[in-house]
């Protein structure tokens, strides 16, 4: 199975980008006891000139395009809020009914569009927080699912 996160905006380098790097790595290393054949991060921009719903919009179908076949995961502020242990359970079952690819989607500054279709949307509390920053909180969590999936002591609750 391949995990992907799926984001609107470019990451440029940085402390954010470190960790989501560290997290990459560690997840590729991991992830292969558990079924995890491969972990990408894709990119698509909107474009500039679009604003409001229309430039929601478009983000939505960029990442729905950059995600076909995947069984898709949004991150949206309204969506359930998870234990680490849920979240490690939920792509697990996601897993064995045979999905090839789990795809994150995090969307714009505006969010996603109400257009946009995924299996789940998951929050990670009811805050806001900056889309770089939920890049790192994604990695991290997946990195601790797959922890938790083999069986390793990373995760302490």
Excluded: N, W
């Excluded at 983000?59 to 995961?73: D, F, K, W």
């Excluded at 949307?121 to 999936?149: D, K, N, S, W």
Aim: net charge neutral.
């Amino acid at each position: 199975m391949r995990l992907t996160v799926a984001a609107v905006g470019r990451l440029r380098g940085g402390p954010e980008s470190d960790l989501i790097e560290e997290y990459a790595s560690r997840i590729r290393g991991a992830g292969r006891a558990v079924g995890v054949a491969a972990f990408d991060i894709s990119e698509v921009e909107a474009p500039k000139s679009l604003t409001g719903e229309k430039r929601q919009a478009r983000e939505s179908e960029l990442l729905t395009a950059a995600t076909q076949g995947a069984r898709r995961i949004a991150l949206d502020e309204r969506g359930d809020v998870l234990t680490s242990a849920d979240f490690a359970a939920r792509i697990a079952g996601l897993r064995d009914e045979g999905a090839g690819e789990i795809a994150f989607l995090i969307g714009g500054a505006d969010g996603h569009h109400r257009s946009l279709a995924p299996d789940m949307r998951l929050a990670f509390g009811r805050a806001t927080f900056p889309h770089m920053l939920v890049r790192v909180m994604l990695a991290e969590q997946i990195y601790r699912a797959v922890t938790i999936l083999a069986g390793h002591p990373y995760h302490r609750a």
